[in-house]
């Protein structure tokens, strides 16, 4: 329940699509895949990202719609025992799967739940495992989510040990009765100790997350979170409007007009999109751009994680309702599925996730699919759709098609374009969902339903 509405690796060598291009094109079209990375690389030396799904958290946000909860630690090693082996097993996985599973990683995100909660040496025994099997770069951004105020020292110093150079700290409000309302067990003081400790730590890449529309909260209390997170000096920022669904405790009982949870406080959807408003405003006057719908930074300090999910670079998910995303071979038996890209997701059940390999939801997306992929993913970064490449890899046809989506949503405010790029508006960040939806095909079915679902998984800091 904490997003928007949901809906750059340069070229060592060129891509395929390349060779019918001239030398010059060649050379615009990598160096505007290099600064905006728009679209995923489909050469073999591309670095995989890795996702670790940590669901354990010490309480249950009322807002939280994710495959995570309050377990036992008694089970925490057998989690990691089975998130070790799916990692030693994840190539034989990738070759009877038909698939290309690079070996060399540059990200790995550890997200939840509360990472942060692991015992150290479970941390280290994982990133042991990390190591064995997969290529891990020298300057790989590493990436751990943690809950204000449960940063054990030992965890931080287990953090040092294993590389940890990114934190993604889930603040959600500076104010602390809202913090308090919402499940958080942190106040603001807590936070600007645990931001101290991390710097003190060597840890200087940080992202602090807020939510516009938890319950209780005001335009005016939203602008003292603003302010508390500008003065925390962070180079990174996440901000999500509150989703409403059945998957969390409070969005059932806003649904059912009930007042738990401080459900009546919620502000109105016009409110969470003048905060919204507001956050991009004050962020981007302090020097933290909007690069995403919901993210900000300094320059330099872009999340490289979250960036292959909107470039659609290959990822590979491991753990709890960890999604998936890679290209088929042109070794796999099944030569048709070299074009395709599959992705996949493990189940959400957590006893059916440690009792061994589960079956995995599935989706093959063909060239199709891909290309109506490529522009809702692509409109959710500020630098937009880069249109020289998008044609170098599907075609001319399949853009002068979704051109014509795209000149009908310009009339009506939600896009702007030129002859190099197509970008959302600010109206049109405030109604994505609309505008991502006009560019899926007319045949709707189960591709196009998988394609949104999985396309919205772990879009986190």
């Not at 958080?184 to 003081?189: I, N």
């Amino acid at each position: 329940m904490k997003t928007i509405p949901r809906t750059g690796q340069a070229f060592k060598r060129a891509p395929p699509c390349f060779n019918s291009c001239t030398a010059a094109e060649v050379a615009w079209a990598s160096w505007r895949l290099r600064e905006t990375i728009l679209l995923m690389a489909v050469h073999r030396d591309n670095p995989l990202g890795l996702y670790i799904s940590i669901p354990f958290c010490r309480s249950k946000c009322t807002y939280c719609n994710f495959a995570s909860g309050v377990y036992p630690a008694s089970e925490h090693a057998r989690y990691v025992d089975r998130l070790v082996k799916d990692l030693s097993q994840s190539p034989d996985w990738a070759i009877q799967m038909g698939l290309e599973l690079p070996r060399r990683v540059d990200t790995v995100y550890l997200g939840g739940g509360t990472p942060s909660l692991l015992a150290p040496e479970l941390l280290e025994w994982l990133f042991t495992a990390i190591r064995k099997h997969f290529e891990l770069e020298p300057d790989a951004e590493i990436t751990v989510e943690c809950a204000p105020g449960q940063i054990a020292d030992d965890t931080l110093g287990a953090f040092q040990a294993v590389g940890v150079n990114r934190v993604s700290m889930g603040v959600q409000s500076f104010i602390d009765r809202e913090a308090q309302v919402s499940g958080r067990l942190h106040s603001r003081a807590i936070v600007e100790k645990d931001l101290s400790r991390l710097r003190n730590a060597g840890i200087i890449n940080l992202n602090l997350d807020l939510i516009a529309g938890l319950a209780g909260q005001t335009f005016a209390s939203w602008d003292e979170s603003l302010t508390a997170l500008l003065e925390a000096g962070v180079p990174h920022a996440s901000v999500y409007m509150l989703e409403v669904d059945e998957d969390s405790r409070l969005g059932r009982e806003m649904l059912a007009g009930g007042a738990r949870y401080y459900a009546e406080t919620v502000p109105s959807d016009d409110m969470i999109a003048q905060m919204y408003t507001r956050a991009i405003e004050r962020l981007g006057q302090a020097g933290l751009a909007q690069y995403e719908i919901s993210n900000f930074c300094r320059p330099g300090f872009a999340s490289r994680h979250n960036l292959r999910y909107w470039q659609r670079r290959p990822y590979l998910g491991v753990g709890l309702d960890a999604s998936s995303m890679l290209r088929g071979s042109s070794q796999a038996a099944d030569r048709t599925q070299s074009g395709y890209v599959l992705r996949s997701t493990t189940t959400s059940d957590l006893e059916e996730f440690l009792a061994g390999p589960a079956p995995l939801e599935t989706a093959w997306l063909s060239p199709a699919r891909q290309h109506e992929e490529a522009w809702f993913l692509g409109l959710r970064l500020n630098s937009g759709v880069d249109l020289a490449a998008l044609e170098c890899e599907f075609g001319p046809e399949p853009t002068s098609q979704a051109m014509q989506v795209v000149t009908r949503l310009a009339a009506g405010g939600l896009l702007e374009f030129d002859d190099k790029t197509v970008r959302l508006t600010g109206h049109g960040r405030l109604l994505s969902n609309d505008v991502f939806q006009e560019f899926l095909g007319q045949d709707v079915g189960d591709e196009h339903s998988s394609l949104q679902r999985f396309s919205a998984s772990h879009l986190t800091a």
